[in-house]
């Protein structure tokens, strides 16, 4: 839920800030959005922070909702960010498994619709994938108590997996038969009056952090830490500013490279060397009224 708050909060502050300072230029609102992301590194970075986020919670809709045809896209535009992150293992292997989804035949992309997630109850949004599910299977067979020494012994862990799907259904049938004063609804524990009051007051702590200005309405040449005001190493502006295209390049060389030319899945990747928040500060500080202001 916490997430789901901050997402909310970015943007709530980034309409705020078109708001108050796209009246002065009458732009609409894309317009406004791409003139500050090349004025702005700060824009620019707290927009890719919300843009990644909207993209995970697609995601995740996909799998809620089953939607298979939003699952491809979702994975695909989440794709370049195994690259640019050096996240090896998934950016050689997830563009196969993207190909192998699209290659899929009508009939076969059908039948796979129906069963590639697993409803955990009759409730909306409840759809979750395949290992997810028996993870938590294997979680409400083993309780409290856990179950140790499993995977050690191989004979065991082949009557667990025959065994544990089965001992889960048959104590959720013993449950459903003696919980029956529980109400039934099709709608989800977060849907509920006080969940809701939560997530509202956490969007609006969230929110809070305009006391220290808004970070969408900065339009310094500087990439500013919003607590501490200081200004980024411009080795961390130059990554904020080519993050994307790098990690789009990178995807696109790969697909040409491995799939469409038949390369090995084991081309080098990795080695971006880009530089984070840990790079070393500079000296001085912004305020976001773009004053320069120096310390000792």
């Known amino acids: 839920m916490l997430i789901k708050s901050q997402l909310l909060a970015l943007e709530k502050l980034q309409r705020e800030a078109w708001e108050c300072m796209s009246f002065q230029q009458d732009l609409p609102f894309e317009s406004w959005k791409k003139k500050m992301i090349n004025e702005s590194p700060t824009f620019h970075f707290w927009s890719i922070v919300?843009?990644?986020?909207?993209?995970?919670?697609?995601?995740i809709r996909a799998h809620r909702q089953k939607i298979f045809d939003l699952f491809v896209e979702g994975l695909e535009a989440l794709v370049p960010w195994f690259f640019a992150l050096d996240h090896t293992n998934y950016a050689r292997w997830i563009p196969i498994h993207l190909r192998d989804m699209k290659a899929l035949p009508t009939h076969a992309k059908d039948q796979l619709k129906n069963c590639w997630v697993i409803p955990k109850s009759q409730k909306k949004f409840s759809s979750m994938p395949i290992d997810q599910a028996h993870e938590q299977n294997n979680e409400f067979v083993k309780g409290s108590g856990g179950a140790v020494g499993l995977t050690?012994?191989?004979?065991?862990?082949?009557?667990w997996m025959v065994a544990g799907p089965e001992k889960a259904r048959i104590l959720t049938e013993f449950e459903s038969q003696f919980l029956e004063s529980k109400e039934h609804s099709n709608q989800q524990h977060e849907q509920?009056?006080?969940?809701?009051?939560?997530?509202k007051k956490q969007v609006n702590n969230l929110y809070g952090i305009s006391s220290m200005g808004n970070p969408f309405m900065d339009d310094s040449p500087e990439l500013l830490i919003l607590n501490t005001r200081n200004c980024a190493n411009d080795a961390v502006v130059s990554t904020v500013r080519t993050?994307?295209?790098?990690g789009s390049t990178q995807y696109q060389q790969y697909v040409t490279t491995v799939i469409n030319r038949g390369g090995s899945t084991h081309l080098w990747l990795g080695g971006q060397n880009i530089r984070d928040w840990h790079t070393p500060m500079k000296c001085y500080f912004l305020s976001y009224n773009t004053s320069y202001k120096k310390t000792d």
């Open 192 to 199: 509920s009056h006080s969940t809701q009051q939560l997530f």
């Open 152 to 159: 050690e012994n191989p004979s065991a862990f082949r009557r």
């Open 50 to 59: 919300l843009q990644f986020e909207i993209l995970v919670f697609i995601f």
């Open 243 to 246: 993050i994307e295209e790098l």
